[in-house]
């Protein structure tokens, strides 16, 4: 069976998160391999009825996603989340993806223009033109129309061309953002986690997904720090500079007041994202699996462990005597500050030996 490779490599955060929605509407009908800087998919395109199985299952995810089915439409999608588009439409971008829509030679009459996001070149008709650049057709919560957006484009006109391969990707971007809070349609907050490597990014949404399936209430910092210690457990890999300082969360929330969808981005401090991807520190926070020695990290607080460990010392001498005084631990001792399980004298003599360790490595990796 014939199969069509396409080869795609990390760009910014919207294309990105459309690489990765398209994995999970390829499915089946792709086998994909991660290489170094780079991804390979490798498609069946000879498979009877491909283009169809491909927008119905985009179709879905989007229904699931954003509550709203591009099934059967021939227009009237002007305030959809992809504006202006049809059934017919999306399928004429997969076709150009698959590379059954080859495009036709300019004959000298066409414009040989780059791609505005994955720099590759393609000779495009004046009336093409107009209908493969960066407008609502791509998200409207994101872009505007081709009439409007001074402060993106010269002379008011869309100049940011999009080409043939590009444009399905990136009406993929939505799918892989994963709900954070959810207290009706207007009321929800989505996030994706960005990076210029796709083994990293698969990784972290991953997580963060995986995370959240548990209990939608961890906030933001949480969710990006957990799912950065998760992967330094798991993947045991060193990280180049540029990649700790370019992993960022794209966050998706309704503004209240102005009425529209918005975007923003969180990242962690640089030497928190160092800290937390080292194997070995990452390791020892597992290991005493408490959130508010996790959170003081996370806020960078690191010389409170040593007043953490001080008072794990002075409750283990306080259990050790509680038999002659029988008394508790009260529920306003200073340790309640650092740990939920203080009243467990095993938890707390292993963790006093851990504390001591995890201080002095974070010391020498942030080079204090």
Not at 30 to 56: P, R, S, V
Not at 68 to 78: D, E, L, N, R
Not at 119 to 125: A, H, Q, R, T, Y
Request: overall charge positive; charged content about 30%.
């Amino acid at each position: 069976m014939t199969k069509n490779s396409i080869t795609l490599y990390p760009s910014n955060w919207l294309y990105n998160a459309g690489v990765i929605g398209l994995l999970k509407v390829l499915d089946r009908n792709a086998k994909y391999e991660i290489k170094d800087g780079f991804i390979e998919i490798q498609i069946e395109i000879q498979k009877k009825g491909l283009n169809k199985e491909i927008f119905e299952k985009w179709d879905d995810l989007t229904n699931k996603k954003i509550n709203i089915s591009y099934q059967g439409k021939k227009g009237g999608t002007k305030n959809y989340y992809y504006a202006n588009q049809t059934e017919r439409s999306i399928k004429e971008k997969i076709s150009s993806l698959l590379g059954e829509k080859k495009e036709k030679k300019s004959n000298g009459k066409g414009f040989n223009i780059s791609c505005s996001i994955c720099g590759i070149s393609e000779i495009v008709s004046k009336t093409k033109l107009k209908r493969k650049t960066l407008t609502q057709a791509y998200g409207n919560i994101l872009l505007a129309s081709a009439k409007t957006f001074p402060n993106s484009y010269w002379m008011l006109k869309s100049r940011e061309f999009i080409c043939s391969k590009c444009e399905f990707i990136l009406m993929c971007h939505h799918i892989p953002f994963v709900t954070i809070e959810k207290k009706g349609e207007q009321n929800k907050i989505e996030m994706f986690i960005n990076s210029p490597s796709f083994n990293l990014t698969v990784d972290l949404n991953t997580f963060a997904e995986n995370l959240l399936q548990k209990s939608k209430e961890y906030e933001i910092r949480k969710i990006l720090g957990s799912s950065l210690l998760q992967w330094a457990i798991k993947r045991r890999t060193l990280l180049g500079a540029w990649t700790m300082m370019n992993i960022e969360v794209i966050i998706k929330s309704w503004h209240k007041e102005e009425k529209k969808w918005i975007i923003d981005y969180f990242d962690l401090p640089q030497n928190i994202t160092k800290i937390l991807l080292d194997y070995e520190i990452a390791s020892l926070i597992e290991e005493i699996n408490e959130e508010k020695i996790f959170d003081l990290i996370l806020q960078g607080k690191f010389s409170e462990l040593e007043k953490a460990n001080y008072f794990v010392l002075r409750t283990i001498l306080k259990l050790k005597n509680k038999e002659k005084n029988k008394e508790k631990i009260s529920e306003n001792d200073p340790i309640t500050k650092y740990f939920t399980k203080y009243q467990d004298f095993n938890y707390l003599k292993k963790v006093s030996e851990i504390l001591p360790e995890l201080y002095i490595k974070i010391l020498e990796k942030i080079g204090r």
